[in-house]
């Protein structure tokens, strides 16, 4: 039974550049939430997707925008790559837009040059 | 605002011995979902414990248990028998609207 996914592991991006990571669910789950881990502080809640639709988001500006697929794996873009963007990006999976039943990725680190 | 404080940026326990790691949080909602992760240097965030809020009793996890306080919004979580791969961030955090709301973590230390 595969577990979340995540791609890449590490990402090293220039200012100004976008960038797209991706994420697939475990089996059986069918909503995948976003969330950003600045070094030594707590995930920031940037969007869930469900049904292919964005149902809540973060405190994110629009340079942060996602897409799911259907095959409910996901993807999440980041245009115009700030400094502050540089951060580990989590990605949880659970069913039926639940939030007690999170499974996570082991993330995608992301550095802004 | 809704936020989590954990206190403890760093904790240390003799390995074999008993820690308890501090939590607090404000919401106004009455029914949510209290979390203790950890995460290890693999960085995948792992469930610890969960409890729901509008069950009294105190979740227990094998060697992990909470003291939770809905009137205080105290969560705190205790590690009996600490081991060394208990060695890790430990973060609580409660559910609000489609997500969680997170503390900043405490790092706990297991001495051998």
């Known amino acids: 039974d595969a577990g979340v996914t995540q791609s890449p592991t590490h990402l090293i991006k220039t200012r100004g550049q976008q960038v797209t990571l991706r994420c697939s669910p475990k089996?059986?789950?069918?909503?995948v939430s976003w969330y950003q881990q600045a070094l030594g502080q707590g995930p920031q809640f940037i969007f869930q997707y469900y049904e292919e639709e964005e149902r809540q988001r973060g405190n994110f500006p629009d340079r942060f925008s996602g897409h799911q697929f259907p095959n409910y794996s996901s993807e999440l873009n980041v245009n115009a790559l700030l400094l502050g963007d540089s951060a580990l990006y989590l990605c949880a999976s659970s069913f039926a837009d639940r939030v007690d039943g999170y499974t996570f990725g082991s993330g995608t680190r992301l550095t802004v040059v | 605002a809704q936020t989590v404080t954990q206190s403890q940026p760093e904790m240390s326990v003799q390995e074999a011995e008993t820690v308890t790691l501090s939590c607090t949080y404000d919401?106004?909602?009455?029914?949510?979902?209290l979390f203790w992760y950890k995460q290890p240097p693999s960085r995948q965030m792992i469930l610890v414990i969960r409890q729901e809020a509008y069950k009294q009793q105190n979740a227990t996890e094998n060697r992990f248990s909470v003291n939770f306080q809905k009137a205080a919004k105290s969560f705190s979580l205790k590690i009996s028998d600490s081991q060394l791969g208990d060695a890790a961030m430990y973060f609580c955090a409660y559910s609000f609207n489609y997500q969680l709301i997170w503390g900043a973590g405490t790092k706990l230390i297991i001495k051998p």
């Open positions: 919401t106004s909602e009455s029914d949510y979902y």
């Open positions: 089996s059986g789950h069918d909503t």
